[in-house]
Nanobody, 117 residues
Framework: QVQLVESGGGLVQPGGSLRLSCVVS????????MAWFRQAPGKQRELVAH???????NYADSVKGRFTISRDNAKNTVHLQMNSLKPEDTAVYYC???????????WGQGTQVTVSS
């Protein structure tokens, strides 16, 4: 059973920054594409960013230039650095692996990000 454990969320003012982390159990980590998703109240879960095993990065238009995804294969960890946060970034953030464009594993508990003054 693969476990995904997200952390790093919190309450931040508009314009602030947060760094999310996700630790993944399993020896396959370095070989798979990892991703961050988010789900705002009343909305569908959406893909925010993903990073294949080669380290290239891809972002949703809504976060491009503000968020940075990275991975540490030695620690089975994927990060999401979020800068210039906006109220519309408020959501529960989840990590997962992507397989043919779809989430691969059961979801973790996520981490709540709230952007508010």
């Amino acid at each position: 059973q693969v476990q995904l454990v997200e952390s790093g969320g919190g309450l931040v003012q508009p314009g602030g920054s947060l760094r999310l982390s996700c630790v993944v159990s399993g020896s396959f980590f370095s070989a798979v594409t990892m991703a961050w998703f988010r789900q705002a109240p009343g909305k569908q879960r959406e893909l925010v960013a993903h990073i294949p095993s080669d380290g290239s990065t891809n972002y949703a238009d809504s976060v491009k230039g503000r968020f940075t995804i990275s991975r540490d294969n030695a620690k089975n960890t994927v990060h999401l650095q979020m800068n210039s946060l906006k109220p519309e970034d408020t959501a529960v953030y989840y990590c997962n692996s992507l397989l043919r464009g779809s989430p691969r594993f059961s979801w973790g508990q996520g981490t709540q990000v709230t952007v508010s003054s």
